[in-house]
């Protein structure tokens, strides 16, 4: 039989999503093969402490390239569920099914993070001094669980609500002076604040992480309705994101959570990331609106060459799971005492090609299965 296999098969405007969904799946790897294989990987932007600084470019570029992949998951995720709703709907379907569906769906990626997740982080190089860590399929999976109670609001409120979420990230954190002095109640850790202590850290708190789902969730409705128009005004979109990603660093002041660290371009660039600032935001998003709208087109005319990032796209979740072990394993067998970053890069390499069939594989075992949403939402 001709033609890609049924596992891939889905209309051309969904194939974008799923080529923005690899892409950034492939970031992700680079920046977690730089953990546990470089063992050079950043501290962490966070709103207070020390902020990571960098005196080279590549370690810098390595870093910047995979902060596109956290905002694209929460936000494809939204985009995901809101295909899946509408086609589940015009099934037949009724609206307590479908939430219940990413009620439970949400509860399995709580439990994973807890469970599997962890136990990966453990194999981190020097130890792992964590009792429990919050991290990003948590929240992940507690915004799905939010914004299924969401889905069924007009675009327009949606858009509204996630840019109250955004502005109101920015105005609850408090001074990064005062990082060392706040102390934080399980609640905060877990929805508000990137903080915590041994006992209890969470990198991935949900609500400064909701906003994005919540946008993907318009997008994804005006997705169903004029897919070309979508994406076309969704890439203008993206260039006034960037561009006011521009205005907001140079001014230094609101958006930003803390200053930049000095005057060079790096600084300028090295924006917080936990919780997500307004500027890391518009500059993330920007990118990845501008790549989805770009994906778009080629899928029109050349859709075979996003055909190796659509294989990852479709299984984002078993990809995950089973990355973070293959990495860890290359690190502890090859590089135990680190590395640098271009050594690294073969690794990262190595690790994308054993994981392309498995996901192949994968991804037409599953489309054995009953048919369900033509595009996966995590």
């Known amino acids: 039989m001709d033609g890609p296999p049924r596992a891939l098969e889905a209309p ?4 974008a999503v799923d080529a923005l969904r690899g892409l950034i799946i492939i970031l992700m790897a680079l920046d977690h093969a730089n953990h546990f294989v470089a063992q050079k ?3 962490g932007e966070y709103w207070g402490g020390a902020f990571p600084a960098y005196s080279e470019t590549l370690p810098f570029l390595t870093r910047l390239v995979t902060h596109l992949a956290a905002p694209g998951f929460f936000f494809l995720m939204g985009v995901g569920m809101a295909l899946y709703a509408t086609g589940r709907a015009q099934a037949g379907q009724n609206r307590w099914r479908i939430m219940s569906h990413f009620w439970i769906r949400g509860a399995l990626l709580i439990a994973l993070q807890f469970l599997v997740i962890n136990r990966a982080w453990e194999l981190s190089p020097g130890g792992w001094g ?3 860590y919050v991290g990003v399929l948590f929240a992940l999976g507690g915004a799905m669980i939010i914004s299924s109670l ?7 409120y949606l858009i509204l609500l996630a840019g109250l979420l955004l502005i109101g990230t920015e105005m609850i954190h408090p001074n990064p002076a005062v990082w060392n002095q706040v102390n934080l109640t399980v609640f905060e850790r877990l929805f508000i604040h990137p903080a915590g202590d041994l006992n209890l850290w969470s990198n991935y708190p949900i609500l400064p992480w909701l906003e994005l789902a919540v946008l993907g969730l318009a997008y994804g409705i005006w997705l169903t309705r004029e897919p ?3 994406y076309r005004w969704g890439a203008i979109v993206g260039v006034g ?3 006011l990603f521009v205005l907001l660093r140079a001014a230094d002041g609101f958006g930003n959570i803390r200053p930049a660290a000095g005057s060079s371009w790096i600084d300028f660039l090295n924006v917080v990331k936990y919780p997500p600032s307004l500027t890391f935001t518009f500059l993330t998003m920007g990118v990845n609106l501008i790549a989805l709208g770009l994906f778009s087109r080629i899928a029109e005319k050349r859709a075979m060459l996003l055909r190796p990032l659509v294989v990852y796209g479709r299984t984002p979740l078993f990809f995950y799971l089973v990355h973070l072990f293959l990495y860890a394993a290359l690190g502890h067998l090859f590089t135990p005492h680190g590395t640098s970053i ?3 890069i073969p690794y990262w390499i190595l690790g994308l090609l054993i994981l392309y069939p498995l996901c192949l594989w994968f991804a037409r075992a599953r489309s054995s299965r009953p048919a369900g949403s033509p595009v996966r939402y995590l």
């Open 228 to 230: 070309e128009r979508t």
């Open 342 to 344: 271009p050594r690294m």
């Open 150 to 156: 969401l889905i069924w609001l007009k675009p327009g």
């Open 241 to 243: 994101f960037l561009v």
């Open 130 to 132: 964590l009792n429990i």
């Open 12 to 15: 051309r405007r969904l194939q």
């Open 41 to 43: 990987h950043s501290p």
